[in-house]
């Protein structure tokens, strides 16, 4: 299985500051199934960037992902209040499991 | 913007099957693959499987012998479950929408927390 890490477990920013945020896959990864995913307490995760750089709908355009084979990164450019929350990296390969990160929280 | 239900018993005895649904608004649940994903206390996000109306079924292997995941077309919802649970299934459960040409996640419930005890 593909083991992604994600550092650092805690991020302690004011909003306004830019974020960035690291997904290592344990072998590499194709980039196309590279996915990050906000997620809120009490709320539905939220789809935020597909295919490592590609921005899903509505997602607004200070959220940027970059990266190939193994190392991958998540920035957020200034600090929304609203962008305080857990953020976890995915990956895809038919062949082998789906797995996850183990998150990375954005807090103030 | 479709939004995905859970639901199902909050709590479940050790041994006992664990059964949930998911239910999907509209008419689209014969377009998408359908997914369960889990995250106990404390600890990461687990893929559980996939399941499709034509019977096409994927699961983790660590949960194979003990899930089972369908789809109810004339309910609009999709099913999970989970035989002789134990302490390690105590989790929140999510089901998600899995979009090919993304390959990811697009849509996802808010998941429902399952404890097991007795």
């Known amino acids: 299985d593909i083991v992604l890490t994600q550092s650092p477990g805690t991020l302690s920013l004011s909003p306004g500051e830019r974020a960035t945020l690291s997904c290592r896959a344990s072998?590499?990864?194709?980039?196309?199934?590279l996915t990050w995913y906000q997620h809120k307490p009490g709320q539905a995760p939220r789809l935020l960037m597909f295919?490592?750089?590609s921005r899903a709908n509505a997602i607004p355009d200070r959220f940027s992902g970059s990266g190939s084979g193994t190392d991958f990164t998540l920035t957020i450019s200034r600090l929304e209040p609203e962008d305080f929350a857990v953020y976890f990296c995915?990956?895809?390969?038919?062949?082998?499991?789906?797995?996850f990160g183990g998150g990375t929280k954005v807090e103030i | 913007q479709v939004q995905l239900q859970e639901s199902g018993p909050g709590l479940v005895k050790p041994s006992e099957t664990l059964s949930l649904t998911c239910t999907v608004p509209?008419?689209?649940?014969?377009?998408?693959?359908w997914n369960w994903i889990r995250q106990p206390p404390g600890k990461g996000l687990e893929w559980i499987g996939y399941?499709?109306?034509?019977?096409?079924?994927k699961y983790n292997p660590s949960l194979t012998s003990r899930v089972t995941l369908s789809v109810d077309t004339s309910k609009n919802q999709v099913s999970l479950r989970l035989t002789s649970v134990t302490a390690a299934d105590a989790a929140v459960y999510y089901c998600?929408?899995?979009?090919?040409?993304?390959?990811?996640?697009?849509?996802w419930g808010q998941g429902t927390m399952v404890i097991v005890s007795s």
């Open positions: 072998q590499s990864v194709d980039s196309s199934s």
């Open positions: 998600a929408r899995w979009s090919i040409a993304w390959r990811a996640f697009d849509t």
């Open positions: 399941t499709h109306y034509s019977g096409n079924n």
């Open positions: 295919g490592a750089s």
């Open positions: 509209g008419g689209s649940i014969n377009n998408y693959y």
């Open positions: 995915q990956q895809y390969h038919k062949s082998l499991l789906l797995t």
